[in-house]
Each structure stands twice: as structure tokens, then as C-alpha cells.
């Protein structure tokens, strides 16, 4: 048997060499390295796989977060909402505009945002003088969140939702998919994530030509359409030529991968639930598969039992963010994180790649199986 990877861009890469180096030629023969014709091929291809109005391409997922804060005029004195239980980039990206984030719990059934406990705090904060301008809903493991129940109550509080899709690209809620569920969706094109470049890039959906106008500024210095007349204060930054080059390869096999995704998260579903809480997928929702992330107690010793055999294994997140020591300043005892730190202490995630083979799949199911069972005995 091969050895098991966490994660395989190396076979990835053969699959679409083809494709590859011809798109990587024809940007080194174009000479055009910045905004060069295939980062608009590629938000063309990118808005029409989603079913969405408009894409932006950006220099990270980071930043597709910083932009659509600054495009919603979102800075000093706000408050925004993300669940604590998330990247670290959710939050920062609120802190560098000025704004502050406010962390809310998630559930341990979808690791996404906990709808009930979001609208205690909505009411919470309701008669404070700093509203709450908007949540940060993340999509966590390539599982949409539930935008109907979010929209619900972003209507009720006057507040925004910003999806950070940066894991779910791919996935979809009942018929429509991520970057058309929501009106402002951002993704991360960070070499690990289901649709992943060569090096750091992101993108914007947009349902509205005003906001994705705006972020076409932002994202180059806040230019107007003279370069030399600067409308808004904005940053530099702009997916690479060479990087839309790559996506636009990659996105050749992309439904292939997500398919080959979905089966093995079904695969270890099916062969896991007996010895660990496995992931909840609702009904009418697919997942990208960012991650395959389970739940046992005993995670250290099952850990171990990986190492021995080989398996590669990655916590994702061992301390949720209101704990982190930078953003402790913004944990409240007054809002219950309890699931959050719960979660940081039980997950771990499995390589779910597409290129795993069926005797690598059937070695990692029977190892953490019977991790379980020694470890009990
Ligand atoms: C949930 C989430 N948000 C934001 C980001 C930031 O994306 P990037 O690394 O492209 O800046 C990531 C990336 O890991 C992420 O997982």
C-alpha cells in the first residue's frame, strides 16, 4: 500500500498536467502578471459555476473577508459576529478594519454557527449603543451554513450576513450553490482547500453590480475608473495571472473531486458511526469536504494509535478563538462558548482526499476502529 497522505496535490498535478502547463505557458509567453485575461476568464468561469451574479477575484480568502467588511462600510465603533469555533482569519479580518468581533457559540451536530444562541446575543446587544452590524456565518468543513434560519434573523436585527466560504466552495444548500446562497459569499483558493491554487488567492460572490463595483476598487487601492483618482481607501490586492492560470486547470476536475469527496464521506460514515460521533450532513445540503472531522473522547490516545499506523491526522481547531491569547480581550463571560471549547478538545480530521485508493480507505477505517477497541480493552 501507498503511503497515506493527508492530503495529494502531488497525484492531483499529474491529472491535470496537460492543462496545467499549457495555461502556465500561455501567461509566461502573455507577459500580463497582473489582471492578465485569465483572472477574468477565470470570474466568469467561477460566477457561472455557482450560479452567481458576479465574482471578484482577490489575493486570499483573507482578504475576500476584509473586502466585503469594507464594502459594506463595516470599520471603527461596529461590532460583527463569527462563531468562535473557526480559523483565525474569520476574526481577524473584522479586528483589521477597526470593527470588533463578538464570538457565538456553533453546534457540535454541524460545527457551523449555533442559530439560537446567535439570537440571544442579537437580543443581547440590541439596546447597546454599538450595534451589531453584521455576522460572519462560516461554512465550517465545506458544510453550508443554514442561510434560511440566518436570513430570518438578519432581518429581524438589521444586521448583514458575509459567508465565509473559504471551505465550502463546491458544496450547495437545496438547489443552489455556495456563492449564490448568499448575497456576499468569500472563498479561499489556499492550496489545501477543495478548490485550491499554487500558492495564496480568494474571491467575492456578489448578488449586487454596486457592492461588487466597490470591491473591484478596494481590491486595487480603492482606484477609481482614472487609476490615478483614488475613491475609497483600499489594499492591493489581486489574485495573480499565473494563479487564475492554475484554477482554470483545476476547475477541469473539480465535480470529479468533489464527487470522489462525497463518496468517501459516506464511505466513513457508513463504516465509523458505530465508534465516533461522525459529521451531520441536513438534508438538501452537500458538502465540499474540506475536512472529514470526527468526535471521540478519548482523542489523544486515538491519535497516537494513528501515528503508529501511519495515518496522517490534523486537530482542526485545538483552541477555539476566544480562547486564543490575542483575541482572549474579546471572549465575554457573559456568552456561553461551552460547544466551542468542547470541540477543541474532541475533533480531528482524516484524509478525505480524492485520490485516496480503496486499500487506503479500508486500512484507515479498520485502524480507527480498531483504535477504539484497544484502547477501550
Ligand atoms: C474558515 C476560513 N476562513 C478564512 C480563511 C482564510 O483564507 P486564506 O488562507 O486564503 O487567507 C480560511 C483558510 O484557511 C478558513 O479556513
Redesign the pocket.
Known sequence: MKKIKFLDLDAQRKKINSFLYKNINNVLEGSNYIMGPEVEELEKKLANYAGAKYCVTCA????A?ILALLALKIGRGDKVICPSF??P??AESILITGAQPIFVDVSKKTFNICYDKLELVLEKYRTKKNKIKAIIA?D?FGLPANYSRLKKLAKQFNVSIIS?A??SFGGSLYDKKVGAINEITCT???PA?PLGCYG???AIFLTKKSLRDKIVSLRAHGKSKSKYKINDIGLNSRLDTIQAAILLSKIKIFNWELKKRNNIAKLYIKELEKNFITPYIPENSVSAWAQFTLQVRNRKKILYYLKEKNIPAVIYYPIPMHLQPAYKQFNSKYIDLKNSEDLSKSVFSIPIHPYLESNQKEYIISSLNNAVKNIIN
Not at 60 to 63: E, H, L, Q
Open positions: 486570499s480568502g483573507t482578504d473577508l473557526t480559523f482569519a474569520t462560516v465550517l465565509d473559504a471551505q479561499s483558493f489556499f482547500k495564496d488567492g480568494g
